[in-house]
Each structure stands twice: as structure tokens, then as C-alpha cells.
């Protein structure tokens, strides 16, 4: 296969990663917001989230740091964009 073509792949991949990282850390502090334990939350998700994305990180990269620095950079175009989707302004801000 092409080189940039494996490397758009793992471009991909780290955004898919970063998004269920960042997405998942955005719902995780929605959710424990409402929940008579957050600690439960906030560890579970942590534990859950960093195993995804080290799993994720390990398998795209393959041993070649060529592919992990691609993938690392998906992973924070990821972080930008939800990031700024999940963006409130102050009046949104609702405390519990």
C-alpha cells in the first residue's frame, strides 16, 4: 500500500481515537455532574478511556514512530474539534 495512504489510515485512526477519548471524558463529566458517586465515574472512565487509547496506539502504530507521531496528531486535531463542539458560553453554564 501507498505510504501516505497507511499513513492517512492511522491519521484516521487517531482521530477516532481522540474522539472517543475527548468525547468520553465530555460525557463523563456530564454524567457524574448528576451522579450521587462521580468518583465511580471519573475512575471508571479514566481506566476505560486511557485502555482504549493505548490499545489504539499500540495496534495503528505496528513498532513504526512514523505511525504514532500520525496518529498522536489525529489524536489531537480530535482534541481541537471536541473541544470546540462541546464549547459553552458562560450563561449555558447550569450548576447542579
Not at 35 to 47: D, H, I, R
Not at 74 to 96: D, E, N, Q, S, W
Amino acid at each position: 500500500m501507498n505510504e501516505v495512504a497507511v499513513l492517512s489510515v492511522n491519521l484516521l485512526a487517531g482521530i477516532l481515537i481522540g474522539a472517543f477519548f475527548f468525547g468520553g471524558l465530555w460525557w463523563t463529566v456530564q454524567k457524574s455532574l448528576t451522579s450521587n458517586n462521580p468518583v465511580l465515574w471519573f475512575f471508571g472512565s479514566t481506566l476505560l478511556r486511557t485502555a482504549f487509547a493505548m490499545t489504539g496506539f499500540y495496534f495503528t502504530a505496528r513498532g513504526d514512530w512514523r505511525k504514532l507521531l500520525v496518529c498522536l496528531l489525529g489524536f489531537v486535531i480530535a482534541r481541537i474539534v471536541i473541544t470546540r463542539l462541546t464549547r459553552t458560553t458562560k450563561k449555558g453554564i447550569h450548576a447542579p
